[in-house]
């Protein structure tokens, strides 16, 4: 029996960028959108893909899915770079230059 879709996300901080990694099962790069708000303070992730059914795996359905980011500096959205690593969607997002430790 197919399991529910986990959301295991972790978010870390860099120097110079932040770092999001989304456990995101059967999801291709093509089924999801980054879009950015409030001067790059805010990340919002959707996206959607077909889903097998639990109990008829020869069925699926359409599944959406959403989630926000709010970092505490300013990203620079023009960069913002996503690939896949096996099931791990990464989101790398780097910060302006402002909000960059010294």
């Known amino acids: 029996m197919q399991q529910p879709m986990k959301d295991a996300c972790k978010v870390l901080e860099f120097h110079d960028n932040y770092q999001i990694e989304l456990d995101l099962p059967g999801i ?3 089924d ?9 303070r805010i990340l ?3 996206g959607r893909f077909q889903r ?5 795996q020869s069925q699926s ?3 959406i ?8 500096h300013q ?3 023009t960069r913002v770079t996503t690939y896949m690593e096996g099931n791990i969607l990464v989101i790398v ?3 302006c230059e402002e909000g960059m430790w010294q």
């Open 52 to 56: 097998n059914l639990w109990w008829d």
């Open 44 to 46: 919002y992730l959707s």
């Open 28 to 30: 291709k790069a093509d």
């Open 93 to 95: 997002a780097p910060k």
């Open 65 to 72: 899915f959403k989630r926000k980011f709010t970092f505490e």
């Open 75 to 77: 990203v620079d959205a």
């Open 32 to 40: 999801f959108g980054v879009k950015f708000q409030d001067e790059g």
């Open 61 to 63: 359905a359409p599944c």
